[in-house]
């Protein structure tokens, strides 16, 4: 049983990590040149997947050290990766 349950944990994870991977490469695809706010980022992801605003941050500081982004206070801009 324990292992169903692990199993659960790690597609849940995944999922999440798919969903702002997807919504951040949409933005900056469509809007090169702008800015996405990661209050609202974050808003949305906590709503759409209900979940914490504590696991999104964590995706994303996960993000910035593959240098996928890069965070600075509210503001997310693309990485070089």
Do not use: N
């Not at 090169?32 to 808003?43: A, F, H, V």
């Amino acid at each position: 049983m324990r292992y169903l349950e692990t199993m659960g944990t790690e597609i849940t994870r995944r999922h999440k990590i798919t969903y702002l991977k997807e919504m951040i490469e949409k933005f900056f695809k469509e809007r090169p040149k702008e800015t996405i706010s990661k209050k609202r980022l974050l808003g949305d992801f906590g709503l759409t997947l209900a979940s914490s605003e504590r696991t999104g941050t964590e995706i994303l500081k996960q993000f910035e050290q593959i240098g996928f982004i890069k965070i600075e206070g509210d503001i997310i801009t693309k990485g070089k990766a």
